[in-house]
């Protein structure tokens, strides 16, 4: 799996896995470079995940007998009506 | 003049109170009864107690619920209720006055609805749909949220403000539905079905904000409630506020009291992510550290042994390879950890100098950039450019004022 692709529980699983295996102290002093940069690229992904990723809010909407999916207009909409 | 009963001494205050206390606690009616009425003047005192009257368009009645026994009350009780009380009624002796001693209190006027009401819930119940067994678990980190509200709610912007705050990677879809009146459960069902239907909703949150019993109505509905039943998808109902109980919070997966309350139980809080993952990098790094250090030591060791044979062929190949992996390490880290590159400077500059085809001893020198980088060539030096000098007893630290070119005849 590309580590781009993952989320967030695919990347903390494999950098726990990485880490294993650091900590097992049996890899060449190579390998353990590779594994270490594996884990950090990770780490990175994941921060930008968590602090830089926005998800989208979309709506579904009926339109013309189908269903269709459009961006949702967030905050700062008219007709908010509080009592709902 | 005389009345008959005037050979009586005159009683004391204390003891007509305390006659006409015992008078009521001798009436069967006093002792148990409901009575309907409109709360006013309440008050929740500090200690725990509710004071308050009871009043009908003629007359009122004062009343007073301790603690023990109006922690039960599932809704506030506020000035203008319509409720039904029970208890039984006594004598005050110290104020000489009565008051009811309340030990319940409902919620009055919702007469067929409520009962309605109770009746499906009752139903339900003894069908197993409330069972806790039923309940699926909430995934920790969904990918997309299904959501089922008016898309001109404060139910959607609370939890859109939330989801946004909380954990904004996470994707939603919102299926606008009508949340009163006839034809909402009809609505709410559909959108339901339609979401579950999806293989990329990890779970769904319907509701709408608060409203009066009658204006929650829908999500009383006993189609809503086995649609929600049937369900595959986890699903949370946030169904106004915190005193409103409905059907549809029975038999929902997870109930949360608010729609906002439902933004935060279906993400995780991101900043304990961050502290999760800041912590697992932390060991990771801290892993490569101890490797290195490792490795320098078995070098150091091994120049130690062989320092005075003829070491330098098989050590020099040691040490290209540590070279190279300071160099990969230099690259691709990582600008997070602070002090990482400067430790790792650190490591290379010790190798640099175990090195024994570098004799300090004899006078040379081992010149490095402020990096601890060692120098080997005058490529790239600059006038003014700062330096450091390590000699065998210490070290010092330069201005460059001229550099020379030597003609390449060396081999």
Redesign the interface.
């Known amino acids: 799996m590309k580590i781009k692709d993952m989320n967030y529980e695919e990347g903390y699983e494999r950098i726990q896995e990485l880490l294993q295996e650091l900590e097992g102290g049996e890899l060449k002093l190579q390998e353990s470079v590779e594994k270490f940069k594996e884990a950090m690229d990770i780490y990175e992904h994941l921060r930008g995940l968590l602090t830089k990723a926005e998800g989208e809010v979309k709506q579904v909407l009926e339109r013309d007998g189908s269903l269709q999916e459009e961006d949702f207009p967030g905050q700062g909409q008219e007709g908010i009506d509080e009592s709902y | 003049m005389k009345e008959g009963n005037d050979h009586m001494r005159p009683l004391m205050v204390s003891e007509v109170n305390g006659y006409i206390k015992k008078l009521f606690a001798g009436d069967i009616l006093l002792t148990y009864l409901q009575i309907e009425g409109e709360i006013s003047n309440f008050t929740h005192h500090y200690s725990g107690h509710m004071y308050f009257s009871l009043k009908d368009d003629k007359s009122r009645i004062k009343c007073v619920m301790f603690k023990n026994d109006n922690e039960a009350i599932d809704f506030k009780p506020k000035d203008g209720m319509r409720v039904v009380i029970s208890g039984h009624v006594s004598v005050y002796e110290k104020d000489g006055s009565y008051q009811v001693y309340v030990r319940k209190m409902e919620k009055q006027g919702l007469g067929d609805l409520y009962r309605a009401f109770e009746e499906l819930k009752k139903k339900l119940a003894e069908e197993g749909l409330f069972d806790q067994e039923r309940k699926a678990p909430l995934p ?2 969904p ?2 949220i299904g959501v089922v ?9 609370d939890i ?2 939330i ?1 946004k705050r909380r954990y ?9 539905a009508l ?2 009146g006839d034809g909402a459960p009809r609505d709410i069902i559909k ?1 339901l079905k ?1 979401l579950d239907s999806r293989e990329d909703i990890d779970v769904i949150i319907v509701g ?2 608060g ?1 009066s019993f009658e ?1 929650l109505g829908a999500f009383n509905d006993e189609a809503l409630a086995r649609c929600i039943a049937d369900l595959v998808t986890p699903v949370i109902s946030a169904v106004g506020h915190e005193t409103d109980f409905t059907i549809a919070d029975f038999v929902a997966d997870v109930r949360a009291a608010t729609p906002s309350a439902a933004a935060e139980l279906s993400v995780p809080d ?1 900043r304990t ?2 502290d ?2 800041s912590s ?2 932390s ?2 790094l801290g ?2 550290e101890k ?1 290195i250090s490792r ?1 320098y030591d078995k070098l150091d060791g091994l120049m130690k042994r062989l320092s005075y044979s003829s070491p330098y062929r098989s050590l020099s190949d040691k040490q290209m ?2 070279d190279g ?1 300071f160099r ?2 230099e690259h ?3 600008r ?1 950890f602070s002090g990482y590159r400067e430790r790792l400077a650190g490591y290379d500059a010790r190798l640099k100098l175990s090195d024994p085809g570098l004799p300090l001893e004899k006078g040379y020198g081992i010149v490095t950039d402020p990096d601890g980088r060692i120098i080997r060539s005058i490529e790239g030096i600059r006038l003014k450019d700062v330096i450091s000098v390590r000699l065998k007893d210490g070290s010092l630290k330069a201005r460059v004022e001229e550099v020379f070119e030597e003609a390449k005849d060396e081999n």
């Open positions: 920790r980190i990918k997309k509200t008016s898309s001109t709610g404060a139910a959607i912007r859109t403000s989801l904004p990677a996470v994707n939603m879809l919102l299926y606008p949340v009163q959108a339609y709408r904000g409203g204006e991101r992510l961050l999760e993952v697992i990098g060991s990771v892993e490569m490797r490795e390879e540590l992996i990969q390490l691709s880290m990582f997070r």
